[in-house]
Every structure is written in C-alpha cells, then in structure tokens.
C-alpha cells in the first residue's frame, strides 16, 4: 500500500519536474540578445571528448605571432605554457627570448632584457590607454580569454575572422571602421586582418584566411581553456565511477530495503 | 533443513557484501576528492616556473661578487681571485667544525655560488660588496651573532653549526649558470 | 551508571562524559522516520552536501584568491591555470552555486506540494526561507569576487536597489559601497561577507535540523505519524537512499563540472570589470531570474524593490496564510491544478528575467508576477473554503481503501 503514493510520484510528478528544471536551465542560457547565426564548424576540440589538434595550434600560434600580436596582447598565458602544445624546452626559451621585458637593475634604472619562459606574453602596448589611443580609440582586447568571454566563442571567433566582405551600397562605413558581416551592428574597428598566404606555414598547409582562422582560433581556444583535455579524461573516469556508484547503491537500497517493501 | 539455512546464510552473505563495498566505495570516491583540496596548498605552476633562475656571469669581474634572488632567498656569486682560490684549497680541514673541501664545495673554482643565509638563524651574512666587513677569514661575515666564514663559504668561528649551503647549480655554457 | 550502548571502552568513556556518540546514534542512526518518503526527500540531505561542498572548496580557493580590484580577476585566472587542481576546485564551486540553488528550490516545491510548513512545522519552515535568503546574499557576494563584467555591473545594479529607500536610500548605497561606486571597499567586504556567511547558515541549518526532529519529517500523504509502525529507523534505510541519491545527484553535477562547466554562467565575466562599459545585456544568476522578473514587472522603482522582497516575504508567513488543515496535495485537488501552475509561473519568471524588458515580456511579466502574489495572498487563504478534499487515510501503514489513489495502487501491484 505504501508503494502506491511512490509510484504514482515516478509516474506524475517525476517527469514534469525534470522537465521543468531542463527547461529553466536551458531558457537562460539562449535568453541573452539577438542572434546573429555563425556557420557552425566542427572543431576537433568541442564534444565530450574532443581535444585540441596539435599542429593546427601550432600554426594558430604563427598566426598570433604574426599578425593578431601586434595590436593584441595575450597578457595571462606565459611562454612556458607554450609547452603544453608540443614545444620542447628550448623552443619555448627562443620563442620567449624574442620578447623583452622590462625590469630594473642595481641602479635603479628601468632596462629591457629578453622574456623568459616564466614570463607572461608580453603586450603590445604598455597599458590600454596606450592600445586606445593607437587604435583610433577602439580598444584590442586582450585574447587570453577570448574563446570563453563570447557566446559560442570559437565560431563566433572563426566567423568573425572571415566575415569581411565589401559593405551594400546603402551602407555607409566611416572612416577608420571596416564592414563585417558577423560582427554584432557590421561596423568594426579591426581591420580585415587575415589575406591569402598572409603567413607562411612550415609545415607546408596552404594559408587560405579559412585555415588561418580556424588555426588561430584552435590556439585561442585552448588559451582559454588549458586545462581543458586534463578535465574531459577525467571527467570521463569520475563518471564511470559514479555509474558503477549509483548502480551499485541502487541495488544496496533494494536489498536493505526489501523487507519493508515486502511488509 | 541445515541446506535450507545453508542458502539462506549464502544469500545473506552476498547481501552484505553488496552493501559492504556500496559504503567502501563511496569512502574511496570521498579519500580520493580529497587529493585534489590538498595537493592546491603545493607549489603552483608559476611559482614551479620561477624555481629555477639563469645568470650570466660574463660581466663578472675578478673579485666582484652579485647576489641573485632565487626562490625567494639571495644566492650570492663571487667570481674569486686566484690568492682566494689559493686560501681556500690549503687551509687544513682539522680545523674546522664542517670540514669540506673546496672542490667539493666549488666545482668551478673561478665561480663560488652559495645560499646567502647565516646557518645559525637565518640572516644574511656581509660580505659582497667591497666595502662590506668579511670577518677574520675574508670571507663573509654575519653581523647578528658574528658568525665568520672563509673563501669557501665554509663556518671558521661563531655560532653558525654548518657551512653556508651550496645550492644545486650547473653551468650551461662558460658564463651561464641555471640554480635550482 | 546506566549501561551504555557502546562497546568500545573510548567511546564509552566520552560518551558518558560528553553524549555526543548518544546524540548521533539518536538522532542520525535510530532516529524514526516515515517510511513511506519518496525521492523528493532526498533533497533535503543533498542541500546539506551541496553547503559542505561549497564550504569546503570555498575555504580552500580563498587561500589562491586575491581580493583586490587590481588581482582579483587574474587571481582567479591564475587558480583555473596555475595552481595545483585548481580549476577542478573552482568549477566545483562555481557549478556548485547553480545545484544548490537547484537542490533547494526542489526541497522548498516539495515542502508546498505536500504542505511541510503546516502546524506543527511552522518554524522549521521559516527557518529553511531564512537559509535561502543568506544563499542568495551569500551567492550574490561570491559572484562579484571574479571580478568580471556581470561581477561588477551585477554588484552595481543589485547595490543600486537600495536607493530606492526613501530618504536614506542614497547613504545606504554609499555606506554598502564604501565610496561612491562599486569599488575596491566594495570588493574586500563582500569578500569578507562571502567567506563568513557560510557559517552563519550552518548555524541556521543546525537549527532547521533541530526544529525537523522535533516532530520528525513530514510525509507525502501528510498525515501524522501514528506509532512506530509507521516508522523506521533512518539508519540502514535512509542512509543507504540517500547515499543512492548522492550519487545520481553527483552524476548530474560531474556532468556540467567536468563537461559544461560554463553553461551556467555568462561570457561576460571572462572579461574583466570596466566600470565605463556596461555590457549590453546585464542578467543575474539563473537563480535570481524570478525575483529579477519582478523587480522589473513594476513600473516604479520603490514599487519594484518593495514587490521583490515581498515575493520571499510572503514565504515566511506562508504558514499562516494557508488555512487548509490538510497537509498534503495528493488529497486537495484543485490546490494541486494551483501548485503546478505556481511552479509554471515561477519558472517563466525565470524566463522573463533573462528576456530584455521590453514589448511582450513586460506585459507577461506582469501577469506572473500578479498571478505569484494571487497565489499566496489570495489563493491560499480562500482556497480551503471552497474546495473539497478527498478523504484522509486512518494512518501511514493503513490508508483507507477508496478513491482514484487505489486504483492506480491496484494497477500497479498487478504489474509487479
């Protein structure tokens, strides 16, 4: 007789509720603003067990190196982090070494002397109002974070970098404003910066702005989430054993359960 | 009857087992989240990345000295003259509280590195610059409880129990040393 | 001396010095409890683990957090790429905020749907409104500590609320801030507040837990415990069920942890707090969506503030307000049709806080809000009037045969 309210619960309530709780906890998260549809890419890193490809990092990097760094810094990821995307030790020290920081010697006066793998990525401007004032006012954010800190990060980044096409004729782009079709309003301040064979890759991959962006944002991705494939492979451990947990509790409960179910 | 208790006995055996490792099992998922709260208070990557430090010795004249922070502590580097070298490598091990000798202490005996902390209570002895006080052995001295050490870096006098600690260094090329 | 239960010579001599042993094998080991409970009383134990949880990740990311609007975010940044385990710590605690909040609005549903906070049980119940109102404080402190862009302009927004307050409003504000915006004084006391709150709510939780064994735990047919036939004891079988909860519960959680860990927050915050750019679309935390959508369904500003913490206000003489002697909704059958519809009208609050606060919205949110507060102040007052409830059983072990629920009792033992 008692069985008869709990099952009646499994039946009724159980389902509405789980519902409600998806429902509520998906409404929020598509809640925010007006779309604006990316192509939608299949990157190696998305899914449960997706990770990051090495080689297209690697090439993402050159293409940080050689044409976001100039107006964008990098400022929370170090060089020796570097390492963690197939650069041996003495790699990182020369990539480093090409920077220079400034420090302060025994005199009291500010010299440079070059980046060591324990420094941060050096910025390209010594504070934003100097990255401001360089830039006609409009500010390069900082791409340490920037995968995480957009909606659907890594095809909006991907869409963005190749979303400059010439402006319909009704549209009018000012001065020192440039027609994407992606970017939220279509007037930004970034000048297209990825062309055919803008960088030259070693490994002999051909430079198209396509491959370049997914490149770059391959790098900026796992820039933002490092520790990303550490998280998934051991998500993937804790959860076959909460499985065999929760299986394993489950028949501990019918067991000691039994005689009052019998009653 | 006796096979009847028998099986009964079998499946109360097997009912405490399932139960038995259902609470083991949670006790190993809650040890094991505990590494993880424990293991945040170790060192972390950045401060692992400044563990180790490179200096270039180059511009390091005979008989001047520098003194590098490396994990938090000054390293002092002397670049010795040979009369010091000379000093350091005769002197009799009889004599000394911590007898060692100066090869083991310096594998490159133009350049002495050492941990600048007194062995006695942790101040930093005197000594690198040239107006410093080098106490009775020409080496340093440390001014809290007068403690004396020789071109070595090895105690001659005062409270200190041990030589001035040597700390793991190697050269990378003539001029480079990386510590730690 | 009375013989002691225990055999262990130690503990013996503790317990008869100190009855802490006595006091656990009492109250968590043969403790009586209904046994006819269902799943939702689970969700009582998992909010407790879910506040052990985030004490204790909490305790451990203050010693890697610098609370300094100049550190702060790159302190935290360094947590989730430096320090040993430390984005595991801080997802845990991050994603831990969104399931207690999940696990206590289950726990307080389930105390409306079978009438938990009738008589005798009125003060547990107040009690458990006053726990989630220090969450929410707690929560809205912690979420300002990364010191992104939702951080900031949430702490301005939320802050800005006490303004409304008639002649004081403005040096309220002031005093909150300690200066005059959301600030580095700002920043270091809700620090501060975040990391003792905690304990103010252990204490209360302490509280609850005594005020819950006082009459025991009420039950989904919501009639009084009887005798002990109606009882068992909680340990083995509440033990072990809410163990088998805990782990469905931390499947879910593992879950957004180590795969979603961002779907409940907002992009936003991975940007770092610029007090002279507002992002466009400022949103709270999920779990303040509701009692967003209120604040902004009233045209005035006073009116939005005074409606907003009337929506929790209202919870806390909820036992008064309900005039129906009869606990549980499985025997009131129009109040049933009523609850599902206050859940649906809480949960499109939710919705409509997240929405912009023009066209459609406004209007839509004006009717929940209007439709939450009928509810409560009207509803539930009237309601026993009018409506006839279905016959009560004699006891927890023997229900009176008759009506739909045995129906469905019988079908379901046909099944088996």
Redesign the interface.
Known sequence: ??????????KN??R??LS??I???S???F???EKINYPQLNWSFSG?LGTFDRASQQRGLQVYKEVCSGCHGMR?L?Y??LKAIGYNEDEVKAFASENSVNTINDDGEVVERPA???DKFVSPYPNDKAARAANGGAYP?DL??IV????D?ANYLHALLTGYIDAPADKKVPDGMYYNKYYSGNLIGMPQPLYEDGVEYADGTKATPDQMAKDVTAFLAWA?E??ME???R???S??L??????A??????K???AP?KNQ | MSNNSKSKKNKEGKRDFLIISTYAMAGIGAASVAWPLIDQMNPAADTLALASTEVDLSSLEEGQAITVTWRGKPVFVRHRTPEEIKLAKEVSLDEMRHPETDEERVPNEKFIVLVGVCTHLGCVPLGQKSGDIKGQYGGWFCPCHGSHYDHSGRIRKGPAPTNLEVPSYKFLSDNIIKIG | MSKSKFKNPVVKWIDHRLPVFSFMDHELNHYPTPKNLNYFWNFGSLAGFALVTMIITGIVLSMNYTAHVDYAFDSVERIMRDVNHGWLIRYIHMNGASFFFIVVYIHIFRGLYYGSYKAPRELLWILGVLILLLMMATAFMGYVLPWGQMSFWGATVITNLFSAIPLVGENIVTWLWGGFSVDNSTLNRFFSLHFVLPFVIVGVVILHLVALHRFGSNNPIGIDVKGTQDTIPFSPYYTIKDLFGLSVFLSFFAAAVFFFPNFMGHPDNYIEANPMVTPAHIVPEWYFLPFYAILRAIPDKLGGVLFMFSAIAVLFILPWLDRSSVRSSQFRPIYKIFFWILLVDCILLGYLGAMPAEGIYVVLSRIATAYYFFHFLVLFPLLPYIEKTKPLPLSISEPILGGAATASAFATREKK
């Open positions: 007789m008692i069985k008869c309210s709990s099952s009646i619960f499994s309530i159980l509405p509720f409600v709780i429902i509520c906890i409404s929020v998260s809640g925010a603003g449960i929370l170090a020796r982090n060591r793998p324990s954010p340490s974070l995480k800190a957009r909606p990060g933002s490092p520790e550490d998280r998934k051991l998500g993937v804790v959860m054993f909460l499985l065999l947990l929760t394993l509790s489950y028949f501990a409960m067991q000691i359960w009052i």
